[in-house]
């Protein structure tokens, strides 16, 4: 059975006890506190919790997971075992509140030895049995059922059904909420399986965990004490590598002489296959037995598995949309990638490989995962990108490495310099140091980082309002009602709290129409009205406690007090433009999908009222013809003048071509924008009722703020009439100075650029000749100092590539003896350059050498090597006394 015909197997038996298949979450969380998703149970801990009522009673996955970060962080031990991945898939099937124990583990021994025949004899499970001080009682139900299987089965159940404490027998979620007892499924692989379990949770490879069976029966209070749930629910999780390893190595159990590897099943053939055919090399299955002192072969074979794994792993990612930066999960997944390259120079593989084993992980994955197929270019060109990026500097970073090492000069501040200068990830470091046996300093390091973040943080200057602390428990709620426009100027309300901050006031009332800034688009400004004056609302913002707060300068106003009646005016005009850009931004978006692929991923925003700006996903510049066609898209959907409608529902009633992003955090109940039917985004932002409010749409910029994001720049409305109103000006300027009109512009630009570089090169060929005759001259009056022939003179060259060029020329007339030291002046500096002959060099003269000694004559520095060496200086006027200093020499030969 291969890997395919395994995972359908256990999707279809437990379709057959009537659970609904779903499809594997996102590698991308949803829950804050995840980096990855990283277990099965991830996507339903919500029905866990209570949170949701689940829609089924009874599902069952195949899960993407990665773990590679936080608690669960396998990223070290990868290649040195056959059994460790940072991605991997978990088998699990899930019961809320339906079936529980007896079920769960009749199935799991249904599937395993009738469905998959796995050896009886060979199993073993384990239940929980609380030690001195841990949780709840002995798992009496889940012992008494597997004792009747494996007695049923004609073996010992007292030798089969072991026990275990806390540590691997008893779940929690996390220190409070649901958790239960577990019950584990071990394999014996020994070659005569009759270890007696005595292998058993003993870290030994040859007797492996492949199934986990989590009974959720408690809820577990701050305390510690437990309570049972009204609602109990199963929660497994198998390994699928494992089995699909096992089955390969045993060869479906007909041979146990191997060591068990999750290698050696074809979920990695096809990428082994491609990296033999890229290195020349094949993987021979060796496993060391620590982390240093590795043999040759073991050495491959390692990197064999890293690589293999974190393709994978990276490949899945960035399909996912977790791409390669510098922050967070994604800098995880540019450690992983960088990690592989650096791992494909044990086999002589240059950075550019990684993207080639793409199409070998497409295969094998892309069936169960489709994200791999549809966004298959994205992936792929993501991955050249990154490659390219740590390419230019992987050779230069680990020749500095390797200085450091030889001179004992390893340091955690070393290694921060391999990180901040030629992207070395501290763990890469780190390795390359293992490897020689060396130990780092991680606090160095460490302290090196943060402070780099002092300096950056130093360095930006930004002003921040804040809410200082109050007596009050909780800042009072304001409801906003400011979607639709009042249609009265001033707005009334009621004052709530009068907070101080610096030098400004921050105000609360009952209800407002003025927008707090949030998600990217800017608070709204007007004025505010008391009995006895009015006072400029310059911001509105949200406070840490999620009040909206209306910012005026600090005022004496005695009217201005809590319970106050007062008046809101909202700069209409202002809010009216930062609504056309808003609702630009979702037709921005939506194009940039539909051009560019659903990878596109928002990473940021501005919505004011003059610009809008947008960061999103993706690993290459647009060409013109994209904006072009982008910009276009957006002012037809303009054109149309198409409905803006937008509704409150909750989160989990979501329609599924509603764009939400996996990762942000929504509330229970979310808003929705439906632009015309085909642009549908979860957004809490203001925007215009018809597209056709928005006016003109204008890309002023496109550019790269970090690897794979991008920023677009754009205008609406009277903001875009007014970029094209400057640069028509600008164009009927420079039309009337090139005496041309504008639509003849281009032509004459070429034309003149035509002439233009025609004279450039007239004049290059002048000065080269003129430059020619100069050091034939020179040339033909040399200093003759014994064997040797000396050039000492100040060119009339204004750069360095001249200067070089014309002490060639000298050169190659003075012949093997010759010795050339030019001077010259440009830009207000001194410049030298310095040539030597071999026969000249086996004299005694070297050309660096020379320069050092004659640099500092012009208050400056240089050197070089032995043939040809440069240097300069401050003082332009000093060369010739330099060269006057060098000439004599020779001339007191």
Not at 208 to 229: C, H, K, M, R, Y
Not at 538 to 550: E, L, R, V
Request: hydrophobic share 40%; net charge negative.
């Amino acid at each position: 059975m291969n890997s395919r015909e395994l995972r359908k197997s256990f999707l279809d038996f437990f379709a057959e006890k009537g659970h609904t298949i779903v499809p594997s979450a996102p590698l991308l969380p949803s829950a804050p506190n995840l980096l990855f998703t990283n277990a099965g149970m991830n996507q339903f801990v919500p029905y866990f919790l209570g949170e949701e009522e689940a829609p089924f009673p009874r599902a069952a996955d195949t899960q993407k997971c990665i773990r590679a970060g936080g608690k669960h962080n396998d990223l070290e031990d990868v290649g040195f075992d056959t059994y460790h991945h940072t991605f991997f898939e978990m088998l699990g099937n899930w019961s809320f509140g339906d079936y529980f124990k007896k079920e769960a583990i009749a199935w799991a021994w249904e599937l395993l030895t009738e469905r998959w025949g796995f050896p009886a004899e060979r199993l073993y499970a384990t239940v929980y049995d609380p030690g001195e001080g841990e949780p709840a009682d002995f798992d009496e139900e889940a012992a008494a059922h597997w004792k009747e299987i494996f007695r049923n089965a004609g073996l010992d159940p007292e030798e089969r059904v072991l026990r275990s404490g806390k540590k691997d027998n008893f779940w929690m979620m996390g220190d409070t909420g649901p958790c239960g007892p577990c019950s584990e499924i071990h394999i014996d692989l020994t070659p005569n399986g009759d270890t007696k379990g005595r292998l058993v949770n003993a870290d030994s490879p040859f007797c492996i965990e492949i199934w986990n069976l989590v009974f959720i029966q408690f809820n577990a209070a701050a305390d510690g004490s437990l309570t049972p749930l009204a609602n109990r629910h199963v929660d497994t999780g198998m390994g699928f590598e494992r089995v699909a390893g096992i089955l390969e190595t045993t060869r479906n159990f007909t041979d146990f002489s191997h060591p068990p590897s999750n290698y050696d099943s074809d979920l990695f053939t096809e990428i082994f296959a491609k990296l033999s055919e890229l290195c020349g090399q094949n993987y021979g299955q060796t496993v060391p037995s620590g982390t240093t002192g590795l043999s040759p072969e073991e050495n491959r074979d390692v990197a064999f598995r890293v690589i293999a794994d974190h393709i994978r792993t990276v490949s899945c990612a960035i399909a996912d949309g977790i791409a390669p930066s510098n922050e967070g999960r994604n800098y995880v997944i540019r450690r992983i990638l960088r990690r592989g390259i650096l791992y494909g120079r044990k086999l002589n593989l240059e950075a550019g490989f990684m993207g080639q084993l793409f199409a070998a992980v497409q295969s094998s994955l892309g069936e169960v995962f489709p994200e791999l197929k549809e966004q298959a270019e994205y992936v792929r060109r993501t991955i050249e990108s990154e490659e390219l990026t740590f390419g230019r500097t992987l050779d230069r970073g680990l020749a500095i490495f390797s200085k450091w090492a030889d001179e004992g000069k390893l340091t955690g501040a070393n290694a921060f310099v391999l990180y901040d200068t030629y992207g070395f990830p501290f763990d890469l470091t780190q390795l390359l140091a293992r490897e020689r046996g060396l130990a780092l300093d991680e606090n160095e390091f460490a302290l090196e980082m943060e402070a780099q973040r002092q300096r950056a943080r130093a360095a930006r200057k930004t002003s921040v309002i804040t809410v200082k602390e109050t007596d009050d428990e909780d800042l009072p709620e304001t409801r906003f009602c400011g979607y639709d426009l009042p249609e009265q100027n001033e707005f009334p309300t009621k004052a709530l709290q009068i907070i101080q901050d610096d030098k400004t006031l921050l105000v609360l009332v009952e209800e407002t129409p003025f927008y707090a800034e949030m998600g990217g688009q800017v608070g709204d400004t007007g004025t505010l009205f008391t009995e006895g004056a009015s006072h400029r609302i310059t911001d509105t913002i949200k406070t840490a406690d999620g009040a909206i707060a209306h910012v005026i300068p600090a005022t004496e106003d005695p009217t201005l007090t809590p319970g106050a009646d007062l008046r809101l005016s909202l700069d209409r005009e202002r809010r009216a433009r930062i609504q056309r850009h808003h609702s630009a931004t979702h037709l921005l978006h939506h194009a940039l999908r539909g051009h560019l692929g659903n990878h596109v991923r928002q990473a940021g925003s501005l919505v004011a009222p003059d610009r809008l700006r947008f960061d999103f996903s993706h690993f290459e510049a647009l060409t013109s013809e994209q904006l072009e066609a982008i910009e276009k898209e957006v002012n037809q959907r303009i054109l149309r003048n198409d409905q803006v409608a937008w509704q409150e529902i909750p989160f989990s009633e979501k329609p599924d071509d509603v764009v939400a992003f996996f990762g942000e955090k929504y509330g229970a109940i979310v808003r929705v924008v439906d632009i015309g039917g085909y642009s549908k985004e979860l957004c809490g932002g203001t925007h215009v009722r018809q597209t056709g409010e928005i006016g003109l749409f204008k890309i002023i910029s496109e550019s790269a703020i970090s690897a794979g994001v991008r920023r677009i720049e754009a205008t609406v409305g009277l903001d875009a009439w007014q970029t094209f109103h400057q640069q028509d000006r600008v164009l009927h300027e420079i039309s009337r100075q090139l005496a041309c009109s504008t639509a003849d512009l281009g032509d004459r630009i070429h034309s003149l650029l035509s002439e233009n570089k025609k004279l450039r090169e007239a004049e290059k060929r002048e000065k080269q000749k003129a430059a020619a005759h100069t050091a034939g001259n020179l040339a033909e009056k040399p200093i003759i100092a014994g064997k040797l022939s000396v050039v000492c003179a100040e060119a009339p060259v204004d750069n360095a590539q001249a200067l070089r060029q014309m002490g060639s020329e000298i050169l190659s007339r003075l012949g093997d003896y010759g010795l050339v030291l030019l001077g010259a002046k440009a830009n207000g500096k001194a410049m030298l350059a310095c040539f030597t002959g071999p026969g000249t060099r086996k004299e005694g003269w070297q050309a660096g050498q020379i320069i050092r000694e004659t640099a500092p004559l012009v208050d400056g520095k240089g050197g070089g090597k032995p043939d040809f060496a440069m240097g300069g200086g401050t003082a332009p006027n000093k060369i010739p006394a330099a060269l006057e200093a060098f000439a004599k020499k020779f001339n007191e030969l």
